[in-house]
């Protein structure tokens, strides 16, 4: 494993503006497991959503210009389809990729979302940036999903992580 210190890790942003995100999330798990969460579409689908939601479909193409799409669906909400294109993926450390929302109020605004990966006291450090959004309010609610999104991913790698489940 390429270990990385804490000079390795991406900056937080002093201020973060009205039309981004950032959030940062510790996994005790290594760098390359929790990278593999988010290659492998076969995992990606056991976490992919926030808590109270399902993935029932997760298809990738991983691969810088290569396409993503799925849908999670809630109790109370029904199927949100989702999909976007990688932009860039550099092993173990960075995925930059579109995410677009099929239906709902944000329909059809194409956003950008950077998730860094690195090693810091045998921990993963995984930063989750998306911007830009149109509404604080967009991106508050934004903010909410990611977060139980995150807590989703969170618990499934670390179940990994402690060899509970392949």
């Known amino acids: 494993m390429d270990a990385r210190t804490d000079a390795a890790l991406p900056p937080h942003p002093a201020v973060v503006q009205d039309d981004e995100l ?10 390359p497991l929790v990278f593999r969460m988010w ?28 396409a993503w799409r799925a849908c999670i669906v809630s109790p109370t909400l029904g199927e949100n389809w ?35 990966f690195a090693e810091q006291n045998g921990a993963t450090i995984q930063t989750f940036h998306q911007t830009p959004f149109r509404t604080v309010e967009r991106r508050n609610n934004h903010i909410v999903g990611w977060s139980r999104l995150l807590d989703c991913e969170q618990a499934y790698v670390e ?8």
């Open 159 to 166: 179940t990994l992580a402690k060899g509970d489940s392949q």
């Open 22 to 31: 950032y959030l940062v999330r510790a996994f005790a798990a290594p760098v």
């Open 39 to 66: 290659e492998d579409p076969n995992h990606r689908v056991r976490w992919w959503g926030p808590t109270q939601y399902v993935c029932k479909h997760f298809e990738q193409d991983f691969r810088p210009g290569g």
């Open 82 to 116: 989702q999909r976007g294109v990688f932009r860039e993926i550099e092993r173990d450390r960075r995925i930059v990729f579109t995410f677009i929302w099929d239906a709902g109020p944000a329909a059809g605004v194409e956003t950008l979302v950077t998730i860094t």
